[in-house]
């Protein structure tokens, strides 16, 4: 069975091809918009593996890894960890599912992540899910999880929502400029906030059915 590493080579001129559809949205938004809860549903609906950055680099914490140490200090202070790390973790998982179908989330968080992950993929996003979401209320959300999360005490929470602002919005507004960014108000009810999704993902969407 080919898997996502064997489906990039290289053309005669260097750059990378895929010759494997392979399926890949990423989901972004604040810390707290509702990316995991979401990802979720739409896993259930239309046959996503979802992968969220954040939980693979707490998984490599706990798996007692030699880039755990730093990965932990990295989470504490609200920082993002160096895309070669992220980026391998990502390519082992879609290696391990045997999908070809990912939604990718919290990921890319900045220009270094965004930059690495194609180059070292040659993959681009079919379009961006972005949960758009005021920061008062994902501080709410954050504050009430519950998930036993170093991150999650409001001393972290200003730090990440800073780095949020300046270095994943950016992203953001890159894929928008690409016009590949879908747009969902997050504040809404859970089963709203689906509802709009189910838009986006609806096969009439040509480049989703394809
Ligand atoms: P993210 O992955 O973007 O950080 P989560 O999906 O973990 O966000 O959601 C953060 C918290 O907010 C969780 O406790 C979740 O149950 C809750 N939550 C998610 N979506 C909503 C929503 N639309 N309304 C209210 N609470 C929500
Ligand atoms: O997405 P999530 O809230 O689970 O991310 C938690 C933390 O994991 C981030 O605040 C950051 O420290 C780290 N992270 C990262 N690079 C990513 C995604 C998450 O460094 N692409
Ligand atoms: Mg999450």
């Given at each position: ?12 001129n ?7 559809k392979?399926?890949?949205?990423f ?13 979720a ?14 939980d693979?680099?707490?998984?490599e ?19 993002i960890?160096?895309s ?42 079919t379009?961006v ?11 709410r ?23 949020y ?42 480049e989703?059915?394809?």
């Amino acid at each position: 069975m080919g898997t996502v590493l064997d489906a990039a080579t290289k053309d005669a001129n260097g750059s990378l091809l895929t010759d494997k559809k392979v399926t890949v949205v990423f989901v972004l938004g604040g810390p707290g918009s509702g990316k995991g809860t979401q990802c979720a549903n739409i896993v259930e609906h239309y046959g996503y593996t979802h992968l969220s950055a954040g939980d693979l680099l707490r998984a490599e914490i706990k798996s007692g890894s030699e880039n755990g140490t730093m990965i932990q200090n990295m989470i504490k202070e609200g920082k993002i960890v160096p895309s070669e790390v992220t980026i391998k973790l990502l390519q082992r998982a879609m290696n391990e599912s045997g999908n070809d179908k990912f939604l990718i989330d919290g990921f890319p968080r900045n220009e270094e992540n965004r930059a690495a992950f194609e180059l070292v993929t040659g993959m681009e996003p079919t379009f961006v899910l972005f949960f758009d979401c005021l920061e008062e209320e994902m501080e709410r959300r954050l504050l009430s999880r519950n998930q036993g999360r170093e991150d999650d005490n409001i001393e972290t929470i200003r730090k990440r929502f800073r780095v949020y602002m300046e270095s994943s919005l950016p992203v953001i507004e890159y894929y928008n400029s690409k016009g590949k960014v879908r747009k969902i108000d997050a504040a809404k009810p859970v089963e709203e906030v689906f509802e709009a999704v189910k838009e986006v993902f609806t096969p009439s969407n040509a480049e989703v059915a394809a």
